[in-house]
T-cell receptor
Framework: NAGVMQNPRHLVRRRGQEARLRCSPMKGHSHVYWYRQLPEEGLKFMVYLQKENIIDESGMPKERFSAEFPKEGPSILRIQQVVRGDSAAYFC??????????????FGEGSRLTVL | AQSVTQLGSHVSVSEGALVLLRCNYSSSVPPYLFWYVQYPNQGLQLLLKYTTGATLVKGINGFEAEFKKSETSFHLTKPSAHMSDAAEYFCAVSRSGSARQLTFGSGTQLTVLP
């Protein structure tokens, strides 16, 4: 599990600022997923990416949220003009190609966003 | 549509006692079922999964779960709790087994008392 690296672990932003969360998948994994966990709720799927491609963003809010997974470097989840309701834990997970087919994900430790 | 309900957001057991964490699901097709565990300050780890075949699934650290289609349940058990089992446990369901279609429950925090 330590193979999926997320940073920052904790991020505090004021309303209207931008939040950028980074995720480096496990070595050899080309599939990246972002999940959001609101207080007292389960993890909710946001977006699934492969290198340079967004495959499924059906769980992403239509506005202010975007994600990328460039050819080089980590995947980034970007939240513009944050609001208090964006306060949550954001988890990144990665899988191998076979793992994508079997649901076997490896998660990072999460980034906890607090919006003041 | 698919959903997962975990009964009991907090469960406490004594060390050495039986651990039972409940999970019920709804799915329009035969489901793939998972239990993930999150230890303090760590990411989620796959504990065990059911895809097809034997309905009793064994996972890591002595945990097991039984798929009961008639009860739409996938409860997690361990005969004897250990202090190191204290963690949050998440049940998840997928229609197709695909990671992108995982739906998680809200989690159960397990406390193990000395």
């Amino acid at each position: 599990n330590a193979g999926v690296m997320q940073n920052p672990r904790h991020l505090v932003r004021r309303r209207g600022q931008e939040a950028r969360l980074r995720c480096s998948p496990m070595k050899g994994h080309s599939h990246v997923y972002w999940y959001r966990q609101l207080p007292e709720e389960g993890l909710k799927f946001m977006v699934y990416l492969q290198k340079e491609n967004i495959i499924d963003e059906s769980g992403m809010p239509k506005e202010r949220f975007s994600a990328e997974f460039p050819k080089e470097g980590p995947s980034i989840l970007r939240i513009q003009q944050v609001v208090r309701g964006d306060s949550a834990a954001y988890f990144c997970a990665s899988s191998s190609t076979s793992g994508e087919n079997t649901g076997e994900l490896f998660f990072g430790e999460g980034s906890r966003l607090t919006v003041l | 549509a698919q959903s997962v309900t975990q009964l009991g957001s907090h469960v406490s057991v004594s060390e050495g006692a039986l651990v039972l964490l409940r999970c019920n699901y709804s799915s329009s097709v035969p489901p793939y079922l998972f239990w993930y565990v999150q230890y303090p300050n760590q990411g989620l780890q796959l504990l065990l999964k059911y895809t097809t075949g034997a309905t009793l699934v064994k996972g890591i650290n002595g945990f097991e779960a039984e798929f009961k289609k008639s009860e739409t349940s996938f409860h997690l058990t361990k005969p004897s709790a250990h202090m190191s089992d204290a963690a949050e446990y998440f049940c998840a369901v997928s229609r197709s087994g695909s990671a992108r279609q995982l739906t998680f429950g809200s989690g159960t925090q397990l406390t193990v008392l000395p």
